[in-house]
């Protein structure tokens, strides 16, 4: 079974600094998805940014990056100039390329911008 | 076009009763996924249903948890007789369809049932 872990459970920032938040993950699979949800308080989760696990180039969307490396079956997240809006709980996430392709979720970070 | 709709968005049952969480897709999409979120922790995956079948339910309790997608209607996730520690936020994500284009679905707001 795949899992999927986040080692810190509490990270703080000054605004307009950078982040990175890790994420380790385990499985025997090659071909899968990576991905990182945001949960403000509302409790809506929010897609960030995805990987396929095939593609070797990291993914980006705006200020959100992320550093795939599938030897080490690691997957951090970068925040470049992060913002107040930031706030959030970050989960990061697994999917299998086949099968019911259900998410296996780490178990969060929670990420406080400070003004 | 509405994303998806889950109500009520707070529920709240004394235990031994039953809790009805409701969601309906996003328009187009046939697939349906549950999701448990305990305080403090991830979302963990329940069932996947797809219009009036069960095609995974291998993080369902065994008993007291049953889930339908029914041809009409929205999905419905049923536990009977609560119990506090079935106290979380449920949480319902909807795709098109499964296979190498369709990941990242979408989520609802969440059900947050309280049990006491």
């Known amino acids: 079974a795949q899992t999927v872990t986040q080692s810190q459970p509490e990270m703080s920032v000054q605004e307009a600094e950078t982040v990175t938040l890790s994420c380790t993950y385990d499985?025997?699979?090659?071909?899968?998805?990576l991905f990182w949800y945001k949960q403000p308080p509302s409790r809506q989760m929010i897609l960030v940014i995805r990987?396929?696990?095939?593609?070797?180039q990291n993914a980006t969307e705006n200020r959100f990056s992320v550093n795939f490396q599938k030897a080490a079956k690691s997957f951090s997240l970068k925040i470049s100039d992060s913002q107040l809006g930031d706030t959030a709980m970050y989960f990061c996430?697994?999917?299998?390329?086949?099968?019911?392709?259900?998410?296996?979720f780490g178990q969060g970070t929670r990420l406080t911008i400070n003004p | 076009n509405a994303g998806v709709m889950q109500n009520p968005r707070h529920l709240v049952r004394r235990r031994g009763q039953e809790a009805r969480l409701r969601c309906s897709p996003m328009?187009?999409?046939?697939?349906v996924y549950w999701y448990r979120q305990l305080p403090e922790e991830g979302l963990k995956f329940m069932v996947y249903?797809?219009?009036?079948?069960?095609?995974?339910e291998s993080g369902m309790p065994k008993e007291r948890f049953s889930a339908e997608f029914p041809k009409e209607g929205p999905s419905i996730l049923r536990i009977q007789q609560v119990v506090r520690g079935d106290s979380a936020a449920y949480f319902c994500?909807?795709?098109?369809?499964?296979?190498?284009?369709?990941?990242?679905?979408?989520f609802g707001s969440g059900t947050r049932l309280t049990v006491v």
């Open positions: 499985t025997s699979e090659n071909n899968y998805y």
């Open positions: 328009k187009g999409h046939s697939h």
């Open positions: 994500a909807s795709s098109p369809r499964t296979g190498v284009a369709n990941y990242g679905y979408t």
């Open positions: 249903l797809q219009k009036e079948n069960i095609i995974d």
């Open positions: 990987q396929e696990a095939y593609k070797q």
């Open positions: 996430a697994f999917m299998n390329f086949q099968g019911a392709q259900k998410l296996v």
